[in-house]
């Protein structure tokens, strides 16, 4: 029983950090409504200036994230402003257009970081990486439980701004229905441009919480995108509490499939869930509590 | 067809024909042969996601599955991966009907997304079922020609096959079928196409074609392992990538691409060293920036009733 309570624990520790990630994509999906494949590379991007924060100056990862998310505020705006934006007005055959160009800028932002850093597998050790505490007899990480909370925190400031702020509304303006905002007055391109660099932010917030629990290698990634994929589809694109809910699920599905099926097949459990959730729920846990 | 219409496939395949006679070394060959490789990946994917506009993000599932085929024939029953040529594309096609069911109830984005987990599903058990496939160690085999020349014309066979199925299927009515569906789904629902059936008769040559160069892969290559067969980034993405390079719905989009794409992966290599995937990521943000339906697209050479010919299609290149 305390293996099944710990499992469980993990799962919702780790996947409140994925949900972090998630709630970046699920932003800029539902405001673009595109996917954006380049959002892994945009972690990895984060971790790695966390990374060096930690290297250059003894910078607590919690400390260098402070560092990583305006960095990526910024990169995130001008991969939006000069590159996506500008594909709105193009015409081409395929719609898909602005995906394939995320999937550049991921090549483009991986290759970079591999340029840089080499393929090499680089971690963060810090006094507390692998302390544990106990509850009962289960024991817990506790740099996966000061992330969890740190995530939480984030999701709550970000739910008071996307409520309570003039921006914060006119970015759900747009999401719900991009020229009816227009008409009302919101400048649609800024609201694009600052919504993708917060997601963007996001990502490296959430990086810089997972830095101290993984490896980092420039081809990370990759498995950050394919999560926060299934956590947005699960929770219904644009959700932010879908979001928190599919990152959730996600993180104790893959946890339940580590301790119980075997490591290698706990990301086939994730992905198996996610193509249930897309054929017999397509609007994830969103359209599940409108009914 | 005219006269006309005869003259460029005939010139294309005497050059082909030729081509190795005239280049002899073993490195250009090779990098003939890797363009073959991907000339008929691309156009399998252009099939189901240029012409019937179903992007998908998991054609390295049916490539994976031709190459493993005919990898696990020889691992397991000692049988010549020659064979594999037939049993791939089988194996491919079978598996894309129960694929098909699945996504094509899908659209758009969502559909994308459910052949990616799909394509990310096979590499994981690939690599996990040990016993049936040896995981990560992969597969390795002797080649069968000491030289290149007989993989080259084999190829070369499989892209004409390719080719001629993406031409044929294209100009009879079900190409038409195809691109009123990517057009418009509904309004090609409201006409009395079955979608979903059209969709699958999009997707089974396709799936087979690339089950085919999967197969074929298997035994040119010698050594295959899942995650480079069912990789996402190198397989199904980059063939996205190339097509649309190409040119997406055009029947030479694949091939050119697939020119461009290993040309500039040879040069880059010997100029960069490792950056060669960073210059091709940034020369695919630079087309997609400035020549949306890549370079056979913009070329206004071919136009046929599959392209929209909106005038901004042809401005896009100059801003």
């Given amino acids: ?291 | 067809m005219t006269a006309k219409g005869w003259l460029t496939p005939t010139v294309i395949a005497v050059v082909a024909l030729v081509l190795p006679l005239i280049l002899r070394d073993p490195y250009p060959q090779h990098i003939l042969i890797m363009i073959l490789i991907w000339a008929t990946l691309g156009t399998a994917w252009n099939l189901l996601g240029g012409y019937a506009g179903q992007v998908s993000f998991g054609h390295a599932a049916f490539f994976g599955l031709g190459a493993y085929s005919a990898g696990l024939l020889f691992f397991h029953l000692k049988i010549s991966t020659w064979w594999g040529l037939l049993l791939g594309p089988l194996v491919a096609t079978a598996v894309a009907v129960p694929i098909g069911l699945i996504c094509f109830r899908l659209r758009g984005p969502y559909f994308a997304l459910a052949t990616l987990a799909l394509g990310e599903i096979f590499r994981l058990v690939f690599t996990n079922w040990v016993s049936f496939t040896r995981g990560a160690q992969g597969i390795l085999i002797l080649s069968t020609f000491p030289t290149k020349v007989p993989y080259y014309y084999i190829a070369l066979a499989i892209w004409g096959l390719a080719m001629f199925t993406l031409n044929r299927l294209i100009n009879s009515k079900l190409g038409y079928y195809f691109v009123s569906i990517r057009e418009d789904q509904d309004a090609a629902e409201s006409l009395g196409i079955p979608t979903t059936r059209y969709k699958m008769y999009a997707l089974l040559p396709s799936a087979f074609l690339a089950g085919l160069t999967g197969a074929f892969y298997m035994n040119y290559i010698a050594f295959i392992d899942p995650h480079v067969v069912f990789s996402l980034g190198d397989i199904s993405v980059m063939v996205i990538l190339v097509v649309m390079m190409g040119g997406v719905a055009n029947p030479w989009g694949a091939p050119v691409g697939a020119a461009i794409y290993i040309a500039l992966n040879e040069i880059f290599r010997a100029w960069l060293g490792s950056a060669n995937v960073l210059a091709f990521g940034i020369l695919v943000c630079l087309v997609i920036l400035f020549l949306p339906n890549g370079v056979m697209g913009e070329l206004g050479q071919i136009r046929r009733t599959a392209f929209r010919q909106k005038p901004a299609a042809a401005g896009g290149g100059q801003k």
């Fill in chain 1, 1 to 291: 029983m305390s293996l099944f309570g710990q499992t469980v624990i993990c799962g919702i520790l780790l996947g409140g950090m994925y949900a972090l990630i998630a709630i970046g994509m699920t932003l800029i999906m539902g405001v673009m409504k595109i996917i954006n494949l380049a959002h892994g590379a945009l972690v990895m991007v984060g971790m790695y200036i966390t990374y060096v924060c930690y290297k250059s100056w003894g910078l607590d990862p919690y400390l260098g994230m402070l560092i990583a998310m305006p960095a990526l505020f910024l990169i995130g705006c001008l991969i939006q402003k000069y590159m996506i934006n500008r594909l709105v007005e193009v015409d081409s055959i395929l719609p898909e257009n602005q995906v394939l160009l995320t999937v550049g800028i991921m090549l483009v932002l991986t290759e970079v970081a591999r340029l840089i850093f080499k393929s090499d597998y680089r971690s963060v050790t810090t006094g507390y990486s692998s302390s544990t505490f106990f509850v009962g007899d289960m024991s817990i990480s506790v740099p996966m439980t000061v992330g969890f909370f740190i995530a939480m925190a984030f999701t709550y400031l970000l739910h008071l701004f996307l409520t309570r702020t003039d921006l914060g509304r006119s970015i759900r303006a747009t999401a719900q229905d991009r020229n009816a905002a227009v008409y009302m007055g919101v400048n649609a391109p800024r609201v694009t441009v600052i919504t993708f660099g917060i997601g963007s932010a996001l990502a490296a917030a959430g990086g810089s919480l997972l830095l101290p629990l993984f490896y980092l290698w420039p081809d990370i990634g990759h498995l950050f995108t394919a999560k926060a994929f299934i956590i947005t589809i699960l929770g219904g694109m644009g959700s932010t509490m879908g979001a928190i809910f599919g990152g959730l699920t996600l993180g104790i599905a893959e946890s339940l499939g580590a301790t119980y099926i075997s490591m290698g097949y706990k990301d086939v459990v994730g992905l198996v869930i996610f193509l249930f959730v897309l054929l017999f729920i397509p609007g994830g846990f969103k359209s599940l509590t409108k009914r």
